[in-house]
């Protein structure tokens, strides 16, 4: 008797648990609720940076009350690291991509961070039944995702031919060749290129060295992108002792710091003298690290931004919408943003958004409403970055062409000038 | 089998079980992914699609195999290797290789799928690869061997550490080996070619189709490191792994034997890195770290060496809890607690700690093999079983 009245109860627990759920899932059905996500690395050094996003994000998502157009909005945070590889994982990718398109209220992704894990969840997305699904990056800079570049490329990341990415940042080949053009401005003679062998390192330093070797630079070193430094060498001395015989005015490191940077510029600084002597300049892959930053041997290097730096945003409109932000966000979180991505996730956002708006809220409409038509504009007084904003409908890539070029002073990164390439 | 009557039929009869086991999950698993999961409520759904992603299932699947090549070295012929990712590495860069448009100077399709058709670089149908891959990976499964014949213990690890290390840098700075472009550098190899079934091309969201083909991958190398255990060359390799000094005099050829064993192994590590290779569409030089070989060991180490059925199932627990269960398992914590804790980030205190506990007090692994854990528990008879190679 007794053990009948367990099995009954059992069977009555089990049974509402699933009414539970199921009744929960048709309320979710009930409205209108979207999902946009975020795919970056949470874990390894870029972790500030891009936890710094996901918070200006949901600060954003917050202001504008959660809702666009007819459409709630709701966001989601997706980490593309493994805590074993200590940056992003191209299995992580993969099955981050497959995520994104299995759930089903989601719409558009922001991200990601890694143009190598771009590459991977791109073509996914492509293929997504029932329609492609967008994916707005704020920091892939790798110009082969949307232009010709490496053979193939881009072509072979969209399988079924339309297009579904686009980004807020400014490409590679900019970047290196506003650094170039720099560093011709401020007297430099002779350049010595290094590259941190990766997707990344290695195109903004071709980027550069092209750009040098056309404006009359003396490029030191040989190849199209430089020399490449193994980020698992415990030592460079031996690299710049070679370097320093070749007598260059400054050194160029495309690459992310991540890769061991911290020990290259203690090696730079140990054989070539600070940054008065031999002046060292590195892209993008160098912002937003405080770690970089508090480095005595940093001091006085020059960076370089693809787009205009949050400091610069807010000296060229103080009362736009993206200085508005940063007050907020600091009086939100208790500090600026780190480093200058947080603001061009935002401004990723808002091209989802303006997006979602002009669509039927599915994928498809979204995607469509990115790449056909008028395509997006965000106007200057909305834009977080300070002017307009204008996403090409044919590549999807950002119409501008701004980069800021920093130097770090006294444990910060400081801007300099903005530049905008010739 | 049913020659050797005498032989240990409470195995044969262990084995038929775990055999209608693991096919009768496969099935549960496969329709249930393929009818049901996409047909449940949200709710649900949602739950399955955080906790069992089918994505994490195929993965869990592709280290199986790996895991079970390398059971044959370190389980069966009882030879430490530290250094396994180089064949996956291997493996993947012959998808990479074959199965891409990353050879652009040649024009070569050989049964590719349509879709590859217009492509160039060599096309190879995805089943002809996983025997180029196995095969390849066999030959430097031999090249390794070779030189650690001479070598024990601590000393073949080492060896068999730089392999793995060596390879793996050969593939990163491979970018420009006289002028040619052998493996792209850290950019690596993508996309590479779906695979085709007949009257099918698996695109990326076929996880049923790929997870049918990485199941029947697992049967087939279940179904040969039993033969081979069974037979004289299986008899071979536990002879070398009990006592070295004593097979050799009972005549086993040890040079050959140890061979066969890296052989064996390294085919499936070349057949998983394929497999792999599909699964996350490209080769990427980063992946392939020391840390992939430490995983490996870890998994045939817990499930139980020697055992197939235990190894399968401590590769299907750690790769879970890698790629999905710790970050589900924090998601959960950190919702329910509203605390921030990074749950990922204690995996590998997480793999030391058991593995310690393991060592203390199961150190045969959770399915243990019945000869190997009579020898560590120090039955009183152990000679009843001893495959004697002669």
Redesign the interface.
Known sequence: MKKSFRVVSAIAAAAMVTTA??A???A??AATVLTISSDLPL?GSSFDSNDSTNKAIQLYLKQIGNKVGKYAIKFKVY?NA????GGW???????N???H????SEVAVMGTYNS?CA??IV??LN???GGAMTMVSDANTNPGLTKVW???EPD?YY?KGIRNYARVCTTDDIQGSAAAQFAKSIGIKSVYVLND???YG?GVAQAFTTEAKKIGLNVLSSGSYGE?W?SKQSSYEALFTKIAALKPDMLYIGGIFDNNGGQLVKDKFKVLGDNTAVKMMAPDGFTGYPDFNKMPEADGAYLSFAGLSTELLLKNAPNGAGAKFVKAYKAAYGKDPIGSYPIYGVAAVQVILAAIAKSDGTRKGVTNAIFSGSGITIPANQSVLGKALVISTLSGDTLAKDITIEVVKGGEETTLRAWTVK | MKLRKSKTPKQSASHKKWTIGFLIAAVIIWVFYTYIMYNLPDGPQTIFQNWFPPTTINEAMVWVICALGLNIVVGYAGLLDLGFVAFWAIGGYTAGWFMSAFFRQVNIHLGSPSDAAKLPGIHVTFWGVLFIGGLICAFFGIIIGAPTLRLKSDYLALVTLGFGEIIPQVFTNGENIAGFNMSNGTKGISPVDNISVPGKILGPFDFSWKFAIFVLLTAIMVFVSLRLRKGRLGRAWLAIREDELAASMMGVPLMSTKLAAYAVGAFSGGVGGVAFATHVNGVFADRFNFSISIILLAMVVLGGMGNVWGVMVGALLVAWINSTGLPAFGDLVNNTFGTSINFPSYNFLLFGGVLILMMLFKREGMIPESRLKAILHEADDTTSNVGGAH
Do not use: E, M, R
């Not at chain 1, 994982?89 to 099955?95: N, S």
């Open positions: 759920l199921v929960g899932a048709t979710s059905n874990q980490d493994t805590a074993a590889k994982d191209d299995a992580k990718c993969a099955a991509a497959q995520a398109v299995a759930n089903k190598g590459k991977i073509p996914i293929q997504a039944p490496n053979p193939g072979i399988p062998t990766q997707t290695q490449g193994d």
